[in-house]
């Protein structure tokens, strides 16, 4: 036996070796079409707690995601491989030349009994017989080796199971699913999406030769397309459309819904019952999304004013959700990663975030690295988050303000001359409903329930004051003036979306702003005042104000910035 | 706080926004680390003090049902200022509650609120 098979339980494997890929094409597939190439369009940052690393922690050692992957959706481009093996349930693809795409191998489980892959001595191998050779037509690879996996198949294959209803379908290809009966949710999505059953090519275990096989670009969130969008939405027509009269009589999104992992062997909130009671006085139901089924979770998660869970597939609904919906998601310590920020952000959510601590505790499931570690959280923090995240929809600060507005008519656009504090400068701010200008610098101010426009903006200044409270402080500003006193030294607790920062600054012509919050932060339109005004501004996150001594993070935070840290 | 407080500033500080977590017992915390460090004459802006009187507030669903009303710390800040030399100016807008630092020095860790503002040993009951 040569040194490119072997003899593994009884069986012969042959080592597996990848095609190269070059800008024309595969060797051994050709490219023959690129899908929506105007998709190439920006998406926004997520909201809340913008400062999650695009680093993220993979079986205990840091791993940097490519930002731009998350800020622009690619387009998907098509190969044509005349003959090619797809081998068993895996989906992985071997060319005509023995050569294998390596994309199609990136989630493979060689340690599944029923894998014809198999990992011995640092390298990849692969079942060599026998072999299905499949009736001759035109086919198109419909999932990858993650079919198992809900959240996996929503982001990875759903755009491929889209793009072939919408494009390949009526051109006859035939496409090609996984080989079990219960093929689970890839099966609901084949039912949702009304792809043809007669078109279908279920897979047995076992490597099957193709004649003509077609297939995409590998789509992960870190490389995804357009398409992920589109599919999404037309997932929830269809089910809304089978929902019928259930689905009309919806009203507003208003479910607060907690993800429970409670039937999950590995990152289990340790003390998940105790958050469940506090979130349920708050008017949050429990879901445990492996017991609904793909249309039952579209129609629950499409009603969903926030979503708060751990770190798991089940986040992967946020894909249903309504723009504009809250999300937090709770990591444990060593499983820290961007993959539902950056499902938030396509989908136009406000997303925040909490990291807990890692625990080992006695009923934990052995895991060979810290990735499933069950963990705990701050609760009170959580709690706090929720409440900070919800407020900002109808917030009572709004309703307040709006109500001592009504009786003083103002003009849209007014001018204050702020003369002096003892040695200032004399400066001048205009103000309007919308924002506050100082020379051209400008904030934009509370105005109704216009805050959802700012969360997500990290290029523009947003202070959740309106301009009652700039009537307030210009008093303040005035009370000073009148006994002579400069403002020299400010401190600010709570920073929001950091634009009460500047607008203090600017407005007392301070020399000193310190600005602390609970929060991890950083919030970035704040840090880059901060880069302009050095030695003005200093930021501190990770400080409860009611910490009476606490000049470091609490150690939640501490663990946060540590990862940051190592890679800068 | 205090700790912090004392990295950041080398002087008293003239101006203290909190415009953090709205709630009492927060709010007060902080008010009892962070006053004693405000010059005489300088300023403590307490923001969104009424939100518990709002009307969402008032539903029984209300995500900070369970929470104490901010006025409280309101109630009892106007006690205070019976003491001379601790708070010698309150103003107060909808919204906006702001607490003149009188001359007296206050004790930095220890200061209580509770301790200065005496009420013949009847407690407020707080809302």
Redesign the interface.
Same mark, same amino acid.
Request: charged share 30%.
């Given at each position: 036996m040569n040194a490119a098979t072997r003899e593994i339980a009884g069986a012969t494997y042959k080592a597996v070796r990848f095609a190269e890929h070059g800008d024309e094409g595969i060797d051994g597939a050709t490219a023959v079409r690129e899908v929506w190439p105007g998709e190439t369009r920006s998406i926004p940052e997520p909201a809340i707690a913008n400062s999650l690393p695009y680093q993220f922690t993979w079986h205990g050692g840091s791993v940097y995601g490519m930002p731009e992957t998350f800020r622009h959706a690619l387009p998907l481009r098509m190969f044509t491989a005349r003959a090619a093996i797809v081998v068993g349930h895996d989906g992985a693809l071997e060319f005509e030349n023995g050569l294998f795409h390596q994309d199609s191998t990136a989630f493979l489980k060689p340690h599944v009994p029923s894998s014809l892959f198999r990992r011995q001595d640092d390298r990849l191998w692969v079942r060599s017989a026998p072999e299905t050779i499949a009736p001759t037509d035109k086919y198109f690879l419909g999932f990858n080796a993650e079919w198992r996996n809900y959240g996996h198949v929503l982001t990875d294959v759903l755009p491929i199971l889209y793009f072939y209803k919408s494009e390949l379908m009526r051109e006859g290809y035939k496409l090609v699913v996984p080989p079990l009966p219960e093929a689970g949710v890839h099966d609901q999505l084949i039912e949702l999406l009304e792809i043809d059953r007669e078109q279908l090519y279920a897979m047995p275990n076992d490597r099957v030769r193709f004649n003509d096989l077609s297939f995409t670009t590998a789509i992960s969130l870190w490389s995804q397309t357009g398409l992920l969008n589109i599919a999404a939405e037309a997932l929830i027509d269809r089910a809304l459309a089978r929902a019928g009269d259930r689905a009309q009589a919806r009203h507003l999104p208003d479910k607060l819904l907690y993800l429970s992992r409670q039937d999950a062997t590995t990152r289990r909130l340790l003390h998940e019952p105790g958050l469940i009671k506090r979130l349920e %006085?708050? *008017?949050f139901e429990v879901v445990l999304c492996s017991q609904l089924t793909l249309e039952e979770q579209i129609l629950l998660f499409q009603q969903a004013e926030m979503v708060v869970g751990p770190h798991g597939a089940a986040l992967v609904n946020l894909l249903f959700c309504r723009p504009g919906a809250r999300a937090l998601e709770l990591f444990p310590e060593y499983c820290v990663q961007p993959h539902y920020r950056g499902l938030a952000a396509w989908r136009k959510l406000q997303y925040g975030y909490l990291v807990g601590t890692s625990f080992e505790h006695e009923n934990s499931r052995v895991v060979q690295d810290s990735w499933g570690n069950d963990f705990v959280i701050d609760e009170d923090l959580v709690i706090?988050t929720? /409440?900070g995240m919800?407020?900002s929809r =109808?917030s /009572? %600060?709004a309703?307040?303000?709006n $109500? *001592?507005e009504q009786p003083e008519p103002r003009p849209a656009v007014r001018s204050i001359t702020t003369s002096v504090d003892a040695g200032s400068p004399p400066g001048e701010y205009l103000v309007s409903d919308e924002k506050i200008t100082f020379g051209n610098f400008d904030i934009h101010l509370l105005n109704g329930d216009n805050s959802r426009d700012f969360v997500d903006r990290d290029d523009v200044f947003f202070m /959740?004051?309106n301009t009652?409270?700039i009537?307030?402080?210009q008093?303040?500003k005035d009370?000073?003036r009148s006994?002579s $006193?400069?403002?020299?030294?400010? $401190?600010?607790? *709570?920073i929001?979306r950091g634009g =009460?920062a500047p607008f $203090?600054h600017r407005l007392?012509n301070?020399e000193?702003v310190?600005c602390?919050? %609970?929060m991890p932060g950083p919030v970035i339109p704040l840090e880059n005042y901060r880069k302009q005004h050095p030695n003005v501004i200093?930021s501190?996150y990770g400080? &409860?104000?009611?910490?009476?001594?606490? &000049?470091?993070p609490d150690d939640r935070n501490r663990i946060f910035h540590a990862h940051r840290s190592r890679g800068r | 706080m205090s700790q912090m407080i004392e990295t950041e500033f080398s002087t008293p500080i003239d101006l203290v926004v909190d415009d953090a977590s709205h709630f009492y017992e927060e709010t007060k915390a902080a008010f009892e680390t962070v006053f004693p460090y405000v010059r005489p004459g300088g300023i403590y802006v307490i923001e969104d003090w009424s939100w518990a009187h709002d009307a969402p507030a008032q539903q029984a669903g209300h995500y900070w049902a369970d929470k104490l009303a901010l006025t409280n710390l309101l109630f009892q800040l106007i006690m205070l200022q019976s003491v001379p030399g601790i708070i010698d100016y309150i103003g107060l807008r909808p919204g906006l509650a702001w607490f003149r630092k009188g001359s007296s020095a206050l004790p930095k860790g220890t200061f209580r609120i509770d301790e200065h503002a005496l009420s013949r040993g009847r407690k407020l009951n707080l809302i």
């Open positions: %006085r708050l *008017g706090e929720v /409440a919800l407020a =109808s /009572a %600060r309703a307040t303000i $109500l *001592g /959740a004051k009652a409270y009537d307030g402080y008093e303040l009370d000073f006994r $006193l400069a403002v020299r030294t400010i $401190l600010e607790i *709570g929001f =009460s $203090l007392f301070a000193r310190v602390v919050d %609970r200093t501190r400080i &409860n104000q009611a910490d009476r001594t606490a &000049n470091e | -």
